[in-house]
């Protein structure tokens, strides 16, 4: 069972950028599929991004498509999220989750295993 850590979190001004680490200990990569979500208060978990270690493919929501870049170092077993011109409504908490190598979707059911979350807060 892979266990995640996120960290990277932090307070930003609207348009600014943050980039979010995901470290993954317990296997390798290429045997599951990594998402990316966030919580905000209030709202159900939103799924944002994901990795699909079996075959290098990623995926984006809409709503982040084109601010949000998910990239891998598969020697420190680690995803990134890179987040460009954040807005208010950025604002929640984000996790990193593990799910199988099939998982090729959003779902938060899917995925089987979950870091802590870290806060990213956009504000003036």
């Known amino acids: 069972q892979l266990q995640l850590v996120e960290s990277g979190g932090g307070l930003v001004q609207p348009g600014g950028s943050l980039r979010l680490s995901c470290v993954t200990s317990?296997?390798?990569?290429?045997?599951?599929?990594i998402g990316w979500f966030r919580q905000a208060p209030g709202k159900e978990r939103e799924g944002l991004s994901l990795?699909?270690?079996?075959?290098?493919?990623?995926n984006y929501a809409d709503s982040v498509k084109g601010r949000f870049i998910l990239s891998v170092d598969n020697v420190k077993n680690t995803v990134f999220l890179q987040m460009n011109s954040l807005r208010a409504e950025d604002t929640a908490v984000y996790y990193c989750?593990?799910?199988?190598?099939?998982?090729?979707?959003?779902?938060?059911?899917?995925?089987?295993?979950w870091g802590q979350g870290t806060q990213v807060t956009v504000s003036s």
């Open positions: 317990g296997g390798p990569l290429d045997y599951y599929t």
């Open positions: 990795f699909m270690g079996s075959s290098g493919r990623t």
């Open positions: 989750a593990a799910g199988p190598a099939t998982v090729g979707a959003l779902f938060p059911g899917d995925f089987h295993s």
